[in-house]
């Protein structure tokens, strides 16, 4: 496709040194023979880049006290001074409020002042923390960088839409949008004024941009209104995901011939860094705003002495137990994860947590770019050398990266849920996402580095989601129901109703109304409604959410021994002041029982 009103692009090329500020790590982290013994007993390896003094901690559910907390950090005020550091504080982390999980709300901050700390020292600090009382977990907070490489500056065609057959996903749409579907581009921000996205951002009902800015705001600072990207690539990640079609400029996002709105959320600073912590606020804040689908084009490597075959967050937990889906870009370190490159066994955050989808690049042929990442932990390859996209300042760029391909995966997922959803909004769950990915490739070439074996192919991908075709049987998150259950039909005078089951009559487990939540709370829902139930919702209902999705489901699988009471697993923390709803559904989504009780949270 020729590009129009397609600003002219430097021929020069990078200088050696530019090409390492902007790979994730730089190449001189790769040496050595063997993993340091440093990594021994470290749960996330130490990452190649630290914000110094930095600590992520997780506490024990039950210590999340003031009595406890003060005792934590009397505990690490000893090991900052046994380090030679001084205690700057344990700060919990901010998040939007909602129903959370108790080891998200559980998150804090830990820094350590005066003192330049080396890689050995911050392996030593972490094996420390992690003995202290109640902490569940510790990771010292990462500064990551932008996943992206410029390549040809005269790339004058989209490939990747042929790549994984976009054209032919948008006519099952039938000249119609389909159904809204919300990806939040969480990067360097995006250019407000961009004359190829304006159209695509979703406003709120003042006709507001939803945007925010988490730089500089640290564990727990209030975001910002200062999204405008200053960096470039993060007006490019938007772009790959859906600039505007049919509008006789620029280019084409993958998603655009759907109803696909896009969040932008500034976690990165112009030179293309920004810290883990940032970056989690605001993955947090975007699924709070109602995003579907969160890409992260951006991520930096851990080193560990061992290989891991799961890589749990609280964070990811939380989002894929509400229905978010995340892609993020596998790296472009030309590393096989999982694998020992001789410095440790190397893994690339966020890309390789549990619950993220890794996504390779792959370049015109259809092969793996020699730049991208690779190996255990990363799932699926798409479309990202030479991708034309919209870029800062009103321009057009082609740049190459795994932060390319992650953004083309996101759209093509976007793309085939607006094609496929059908009211109220259906989710589908993470691993359901990730079993339909696994035979939605258009090759087969890439057995050996990627689990998926090839590149996305979006048709398949919408024409199995169409025909209902989602592995495992799971019914997906949905939003805040209509409190009026729905009534049965009436039955024909010749022939009489069937015989239903009375329902029992379902009841919150030791909650009164009005009650005060201070503490994580696993919520029971007992009298399970027989006969045609299959699963209970769970609902955190507030002014400034009248519509959540829900935050729990319950099969019958978490059924007790007597056959009538059901608990979540995990336990949640509810913020503001709302009300808790538990709705039960037949096979079909139809309301068979719906309860309400008025509580107050944190």
Known sequence: MKLKNMRPISRSRLQPWMHMALALVSLSSIYACQPSTKLENLRHGVPANVVPGSYKLTVAAEANEEESLNAISAEAKTVAEELGCGFGGLQALSWEPGAISADLASTYQLKLTGCEQSEDQVADTLRKLQTLSHIKDVEAEASIQLAQTENDPYKERQYHLDKIKRDQACDLLGGKLGQQ????????????????????????????IVGASFVGKGASGRPDGNWDDQNGHGTHVAGLVGAASNNNIGVVGVASCANVKIIPVRVMDASGRGSSIEIDRGVQWAAAQGADII??????????????????????????????????????????????SGRGYAYSYPASYDNVISVAATDARDALAGFSNRGATVDIAAPGDQDVSTYMGGGYKALSGTSMASPVAAGAYALALSIARTPPKDRLKHNDVMALLMKSVRTSNLKSEVTAGGVMDTLVLADAMLKGKTPGGDNPSTPMPNPTPTPNPTPTPEQPAPTQPVPTSMSFVGLTEGQTLLKATRFAVTGWPQGKTYKIYLYWVTNSDPTPYAFASLDRSDLDATGKLVQTPDAYYLYGSGTLVAEAVDTSGSQVQLIKLKLSGR
């Open 181 to 208: 579907v919300i990806v939040a581009v969480v990067d360097s921000g995006v250019d407000k004024d961009h004359a190829d996205l304006q159209s695509q951002f979703l406003r709120d009902a003042n006709g507001q």
């Open 295 to 340: 890409n992260l084009s951006l991520g930096g490597n851990n080193f560990l002495a061992q290989p891991k075959n799961s890589h749990p967050s609280a964070l990811y937990s939380d989002l894929a137990s509400k229905g978010v889906i995340v892609f993020a870009a596998a790296g472009n370190e030309s590393l096989r994860l999982g694998v020992n």
